[in-house]
C-alpha cells in the first residue's frame, strides 16, 4: 500500500516540497500559455502587437490578483480544522469556501467585464518574470504552517520556516544564475527583428531583477507563514509596502536616474514588503511560542 505523507509528523521540508510539486507543474503550465502567446506575437506579427499584448498584462495581473485576494484566505481555516482533526469544521469550512469562491469568481467576472475599457485607456500603451518555484514553495508553506498551527505544533512550524526560507534563497540563486546568463536568448524569443536599443533595455531589466532575487524568497515564506498562522493582514501590510515602493520609484526616482530606477521599481517593493513581514514575524515567534 502506497504509504502517504503528513505534513504533521513527517519532515517539514520533504512534506511542504511534496505538496509544493504539483503547484508548481499546475502554474507552469499556466503562464505557458501567456508566454507561448507573447513568442508567437513577437516573432510572427510585430514588435507593435507585442506591446500592445503586454499592456493587458497589468489588467490580468490586477483582475487575478483581486480573486486571490479574496479567497487566499479560505484555506487557512481549512489547514487549522486539519490540523484539529475536526472533520465536521473541515467539512463546514470547505463547503462555505467553495460557495462563496463562486459568489466571488461571478462578481468579479462580471466587474472585470465592465471596468475592462476604463483600465486598457489608464494603462496606455507600452513585465513579467514569473516566480513559479518560490510561489509555488509558498502556498505549500502557508497549508504547512496552517495545519500545525492547528494541532499547535509550534516547534515544527518554526523548523519548517527556517528550512524553506533556506531553501527558497537557495532557489532564488539559481533562477538569478539563470536570468544572468540566459538574458540574450530569453529576449530574443520575443521577436526576430529586435532592435539595439530594445535588447539592451530588456537585458538591464533582467540583470537588475537577477541581482535582488533573494528578496522574493524571504516576501514569500515570510508572508505565507504569517497567513498559515491566521495573520491574513499579512497580505495587505506586503501590498501596501510594494506599492509605496513602486510608487516612490515611480515619482522620486525615475526623473532622477531614469530607466535604471524603473529596473528596480520591483526589487524596490520587494523589499519595502520584506521589511514590516519579518518584524512581524519576529513578534509572532515570541507571543505564540514558535
Not at 484539529?84 to 473541515?90: A, I, P
Not at 537585458?203 to 524568497?217: D, G, P, T
Request: one cysteine or more; proline letters at 4%.
Amino acid at each position: 500500500m502506497k504509504k502517504q505523507y503528513s505534513m504533521l509528523t513527517d519532515s517539514p521540508l520533504k512534506s511542504i516540497i511534496l505538496f509544493a510539486l504539483p503547484i508548481m507543474a499546475s502554474s507552469l503550465l499556466q503562464y505557458n500559455y501567456s508566454l507561448v502567446d507573447n513568442i508567437i506575437v513577437g516573432r510572427y506579427v510585430s514588435e507593435q502587437a507585442l506591446a500592445a499584448v503586454g499592456c493587458i498584462g497589468p489588467i490580468n495581473s490586477f483582475i487575478i490578483g483581486a480573486a486571490l485576494g479574496l479567497t487566499t484566505g479560505f484555506t487557512i481555516p481549512v489547514a487549522h480544522a486539519f490540523g484539529e482533526g475536526d472533520r465536521r469544521k473541515l467539512c463546514h469550512y470547505a463547503g462555505s469556501s467553495i460557495l462563496l469562491a463562486f459568489i466571488i469568481g461571478c462578481v468579479i467576472m462580471i466587474t472585470s467585464h465592465i471596468i475592462s475599457p476604463f483600465l486598457l485607456e489608464l494603462v496606455g500603451t507600452p513585465d513579467d518574470i514569473k516566480d513559479i518555484p518560490m510561489s509555488g514553495l509558498g502556498v505549500a508553506t502557508q497549508t504547512f504552517v496552517g495545519q500545525n498551527y492547528g494541532a499547535e505544533n509550534y516547534n515544527r512550524i518554526k523548523k519548517g520556516v527556517k528550512q524553506i526560507l533556506l531553501l527558497d534563497l537557495l532557489v532564488s540563486v539559481a533562477m538569478s544564475l539563470i536570468l544572468y546568463f540566459a538574458a540574450d536568448p530569453v529576449i530574443a524569443l520575443f521577436g526576430n527583428n529586435m532592435t539595439g536599443e530594445i535588447m539592451v533595455a530588456a537585458k538591464r531589466y533582467i540583470l537588475a531583477i537577477a541581482q535582488c532575487y533573494s528578496l522574493v524568497a524571504i516576501l514569500f515564506v515570510m508572508r505565507n507563514s504569517l497567513q498559515g498562522m491566521g495573520f491574513t493582514y499579512a497580505n495587505s501590510i506586503a501590498g501596501i509596502g510594494e506599492l509605496f515602493g513602486r510608487l516612490s520609484v515611480a515619482f522620486v526616482l525615475t526623473p532622477l536616474l531614469g530607466f535604471d530606477a524603473i529596473c528596480y521599481a520591483g526589487p524596490a517593493a520587494w523589499l519595502l514588503a520584506d521589511i514590516p513581514l519579518i518584524i512581524i514575524y519576529i513578534k509572532k515567534q515570541h507571543n505564540t511560542a514558535l
